[in-house]
């Protein structure tokens, strides 16, 4: 009986996970053979309940020990308590690890900058390498993808750093936006960047940018960012139709819902702007660029802001991960429904 119980999972993560073409059997085993997932997401994807995908990198790269294993903690508690399972993505050894044990977050945790900041670009070299990868908002968005996770919740996401008009220094979030058919839950754009030119990025990549019970787009430290959010939902179910209609139409893109910063996180919002301002002019001085220059621009702006701006950055990603996942929570119900309504 627990064998035709656990072939019975089987067949349905198969189903779960099968890609749109002749070879999605094998594509499906081959996937499974690639990737490590926890028990607690197998079976959850398995059944068909509301999973969540969360990225690794805030936790190596993006606060100190202790605070990062906490929070990580923390955030994954949100999330089950709000009726979805949590899947941290990282990849450890060589093998990527969709949703992590106690253990794996700890070790995580203590690596530290010890381990690969991962991009899409560096997965191969990683995985190859059997290396350890914390993975980015690009490489998070393409594990989930290609295990079905359709809600990946972050702090905010990379995009056009200002100059970028000179430097092209654009985040491979954007253009993993543009291709990749995972809906993000972000507090915006890190004010740290150039907001206008990154919708305009996301515009050009074909990119639905949601504002959350909001009419701005919102700018990480703060609620408001000058810009207009191209569209406004206020329900987590209105999310869901959003998400469940670019699946249905085969547009291959993800969307961004940018949710602001509680409002009693955002009041420390113009100190945390005039650090940013000091920051971002010793980078130059320093010629910190590239991949280095957002952990450097976070790290210190902490330090100018006495520690604001960490609090303001973990506030943030507890209030995605709420919003995420009652948006998990109403899309798993929305297509559940579809689900039973096509078999009538």
């Known amino acids: 009986m627990a064998s035709s119980s656990a072939l019975s999972r089987l067949s349905n993560l198969h189903n779960h996970l099968r890609p749109l073409d002749s070879n999605n059997q094998a594509r499906s085993s081959l996937i499974e053979g690639l990737v490590k997932f926890s028990p607690e997401v197998y079976q959850a994807l398995s059944s068909g309940r509301a999973v969540v995908a969360l990225e690794s990198t805030i936790i190596s790269h993006g606060m100190p020990y202790p605070q990062n294993l906490d929070t990580a903690k923390q955030v994954e508690e949100i999330v089950r308590k709000n009726g979805a399972v949590p899947a941290t993505i990282a990849i450890l050894d060589g093998v990527p690890c969709v949703g992590l044990s106690a253990e794996q977050l700890e070790r995580l945790a203590t690596l530290g900058t010890r381990a690969q900041k991962t991009a899409r670009r560096d997965i191969a070299y990683v995985v190859a390498g059997r290396r350890n990868g914390a993975t980015t908002v690009s490489a998070t968005m393409f594990f989930a993808s290609m295990v079905g996770i359709p809600v990946f919740v972050t702090g905010g996401i990379g995009g056009v750093h200002r100059h970028g ?92 819902i940018a949710v602001p910063i509680p409002k009693e996180q955002s009041a420390s919002g113009s100190k945390i702007e005039s650090a940013i301002q000091k920051a971002l002019k010793e980078a130059r001085e320093k010629n910190i660029i590239g991949s280095a220059e957002t952990p450097f621009l976070l790290a210190r702006v902490n330090e100018l802001t006495g520690g604001a701006s960490l609090a303001s950055n973990i506030a943030l990603v507890k209030n995605n991960a709420l919003v995420g996942s009652k948006i998990a929570v109403a899309l798993a119900r929305l297509r559940e429904h579809s689900s039973k309504a096509g078999m009538n």
Do not use: H, W
């Open 165 to 256: 008009e000179e430097t092209m220094d654009v985040s491979s979030d954007l253009t993993e936006l543009g291709k990749t058919p995972v809906a993000v839950i972000s507090a915006g754009v890190k004010s740290i960047l150039d907001i206008p030119k990154t919708l305009e990025y996301l515009e050009t990549q074909g990119v639905c940018v949601v504002g959350y019970k909001t009419d701005e787009f919102p700018a990480f430290f703060t609620d408001t960012s000058g810009c207009k959010a191209p569209c406004r939902l206020d329900t987590p179910e209105e999310c869901a139709r959003l998400i469940d209609a670019t699946t249905k139409l085969k547009l291959g893109n993800g969307v961004l």
